[in-house]
């Protein structure tokens, strides 16, 4: 009887450690796998003068190279230039990223820019990249891991700090000068950026949803975002 008791005491506690061991498997089993990971996105559902998101940058932008991406799906076309990305300092428009009239896109650091034609952008979903390297002047983009032309561009330049980076609107003044005309409508997120260039094999990880070292300048994942106006931020589960 006694040692009956003892037996079933000592298997119930053998069930009770395969049980934690399952719930410990159980719990690993999504991160061994990749499973379902959620995600922000930014939602700007029409052309306005006042919607923007602030995007809070881990360090200042003080850079002499960058590699800046996002994910961006927009139905609108013709004519028309969208910004997709825009760090102003009080003076200077220290980073711009367009897409043009002509649907090229490109990017200005205080001044003229360098334009890349590459296939647009549309209503399905492009991960883009912009490099840039000062010490060459070595600039590309990439569209859906696939690498542009690299272009020449401010060999020897600095992006200065002391500005704010904003998606949705483009600031003529310090978060200022809107203009719908040229605001972003549709859908942009896992904007991440760092402060050296990125190999091309890790801008192709980015792109299919491998994991790569974390941005050091903005890490989508958790990176502070300050909403103004009419931008919805959307869970997605990738
Ligand atoms: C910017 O970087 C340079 C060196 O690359 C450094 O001397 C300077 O202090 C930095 N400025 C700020 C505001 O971080
Ligand atoms: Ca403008």
Request: with cysteine; charged share 20%; aromatic share 10%.
């Amino acid at each position: 009887m006694s040692s009956g008791n003892k037996s079933s005491a000592a298997e119930a506690f053998t069930v009770c450690l395969d049980k934690m061991r399952l719930s410990a498997f159980l719990f690993l089993v999504p991160t061994l796998v990749g499973a379902s990971v959620n995600v922000r996105t930014l939602v700007f559902p029409s052309a306005t003068n006042t919607a923007y998101v602030e995007l809070v940058p881990l360090k200042p932008l003080n850079l002499t190279a960058f590699t800046l991406c996002m994910r961006v799906a927009t139905e609108l076309s013709g004519r028309r230039e969208v910004i997709l990305f825009a760090y102003r300092t009080p003076n200077f428009d220290e980073l711009n990223v367009w897409r043009e009239l002509d649907g090229s896109l490109s990017f200005y650091m205080s001044g003229n820019g360098v334009l890349f034609q590459v296939p647009q952008l549309g209503a399905l979903q492009t991960h883009l990249c912009a490099t840039w390297d000062s010490g060459s002047g070595a600039s590309a983009l990439f569209i859906d891991g696939r690498k542009s032309v690299t272009k020449i561009y401010k060999k020897n330049h600095i992006v200065q700090p002391g500005g704010t980076v904003i998606v949705g609107q483009d600031p003529d003044s310090y978060l200022s000068g809107f203009d719908a005309k040229q605001s972003f409508v549709g859908e942009i997120g896992d904007i991440n950026m760092w402060d050296y260039v990125l190999s091309q094999s890790n801008i192709q990880d980015l792109f299919s949803g491998k994991w790569v070292a974390k941005g050091n300048v903005f890490d989508w994942e958790t990176a502070e975002l300050r909403v103004n106006g009419e931008v919805t931020v959307v869970d997605i589960e990738l």
